[in-house]
């Protein structure tokens, strides 16, 4: 019988093997505990983001959790609630980072509309209006221009007429009748029936861009390509899709002027399309200017009745300030045409041209009479209401502008779709939860899981 021997060096080598086995087992079992722990807080995260407020998306195209779960009340224990309801209990959950819809002046909202748009529609539907915003920009700068030329020439005019003692007439004087008309407030004077205007008001301190707001926490990673002017002009047109506007108002909305309330963030259709108005007449009126300063033939008939004026005035010194005055109200003329083709639906050129100008000046000084019975051409080639309010949009203050539109989205979603306890800053678009959980014997995991919406 042969006897088997093992010596101290191989014992040391088995027990080393058994040992390395063992480690590895242990540690096999230990990811694997790992692994299956992360897969339940992924799996409960996915899980409560698939509770996305479903009207939200359907009208808006926006993806977002509401936080208070129909309580009407925020509190981040809901979430965590829900997150273990899903599959993520036996184990600490801590939210480390979170996203509202709100946070940044409605950076969030903004981003996820230029996603959204980008993939939509690609940013082929900004570059077809590319070329226009600099024409857009000469617009706003040619109405700044205007306004400073015409009152250092009105300033000149009525010092001239006070150091001489004398007045311009008053009869067959369209300085006069414009000067009245403005008094008359625009909406009067552009409008065929001004009372038609909606009478829908919201009370502005209620509002989020009002208001004191919940807000997340955590700096998350941004997303590349969100500012420029092609995200401007993106993000101008989701909101000319999916807002309405005088010519084509909301008659269910908190306001039926939508478009023009992102514009003019007053507390009423009326107010807002006031401001809307004014803007975009002191916009016509300074191109309309511009224009006429390129014509002889309109500035020789403004000379003569200037000339004429002044005589009647018996100081000839002043012919050359009367003309200028008369230029600059009839752009102004000009302009409230334009703004009356506009409002009926109909197109204005960006640049006028001697058979697209519209006022005679002969017909100036019926300017917001009785007798004042003109309405705007439809020009062809021109542009419409809605690209003239796109136009406004692209050169207003973008924050501003993402907080009103979260403004009319959380009225209309508690108005039109009835969800009285929706609120916009309640609203969560990104997460990062650190989760702890106890293994075994002592081991303690910790780890973080992220999700946003894409």
Not at 295 to 316: G, T
Not at 396 to 406: H, P
């Amino acid at each position: 019988m042969k006897k088997g021997e093992i010596t101290a060096f191989l014992s040391l080598i088995f027990v080393l093997l058994i040992s390395f086995i063992g480690a590895m087992v242990e540690s096999a079992s230990l990811q694997a505990a790992k692994n299956w722990r992360r897969a339940d807080v992924d799996k409960a995260v996915y899980s409560a983001f698939g509770e996305y407020r479903k009207e939200l998306l359907e009208e808006y195209e926006l993806f977002a959790v509401e936080e208070s779960y129909e309580s009407g009340q925020f509190n981040e224990v809901n979430l965590l609630t829900r997150l273990e309801y899903y599959g993520a209990g036996g184990m600490e959950n801590r939210l480390e980072k979170l996203q509202l819809l709100t946070d940044n002046q409605g950076y969030p909202f903004r981003e996820q509309v230029i996603t959204y748009m980008k993939d939509y529609s690609g940013i082929s539907i900004a570059e077809d209006v590319l070329g226009m915003s600099g024409k857009w920009e000469e617009q706003e700068t040619g109405g700044e221009r205007y306004e400073e030329s015409e009152a250092e020439n009105s300033q000149a005019l009525e010092d001239t007429l006070t150091e001489n003692e004398t007045q311009l007439p008053e009869t067959d004087n369209p300085l006069q009748t414009v000067s009245a008309a403005k008094s008359h407030g625009v909406l009067n004077i552009v409008l065929s029936d001004p009372q038609q205007v909606s009478n829908k008001a919201v009370r502005l301190e209620s509002m989020p861009s009002n208001r004191s707001l919940h807000s997340g926490r955590g700096a998350f990673q941004v997303e590349k390509n969100m500012e420029g002017t092609v995200s401007n002009l993106l993000f101008g047109e989701y909101l000319l899709r999916k807002f309405s506007m005088a010519t084509q108002p909301n008659e269910d909305g908190a306001l039926s002027y939508e478009l023009e309330y992102l514009i003019g963030g007053k507390g009423s259709d009326r107010e807002n399309l006031e401001y809307v108005v004014k803007r975009l007449l002191w916009m016509r009126t300074g191109a309309n200017y511009l224009y006429l300063m390129t014509d002889m033939q309109k500035q020789a008939e403004a000379e003569a009745m200037a000339a004429a004026l002044a005589s009647l005035a018996a100081l000839p010194v002043v012919t050359e300030l009367v003309k200028q005055a008369l230029l600059a109200a009839w752009a102004y003329g000009e302009s409230v045409m334009d703004l009356r083709s506009l409002l009926q639906g109909k197109k204005v050129v960006l640049v006028k041209t001697a058979e697209s100008w519209q006022m005679q000046l002969s017909a100036l000084g019926k300017l917001g009479t009785p007798e004042d019975a003109g309405d705007g051409a439809d020009m062809e080639g021109g542009l419409e209401y809605k690209e003239y309010l796109r136009m406004l949009l692209f050169l207003g203050n973008k924050d501003s502008c993402s907080m009103r539109a979260l403004d009319l989205i959380e009225k209309n979603m508690q108005q039109s779709k009835g969800l009285t306890f929706f609120k916009v800053d309640y609203c969560v678009t990104k997460i990062q939860v650190k989760s702890i959980v106890s293994l075994r014997r002592g081991i303690t995991y910790e780890f973080p899981t992220y999700f946003a919406y894409r």
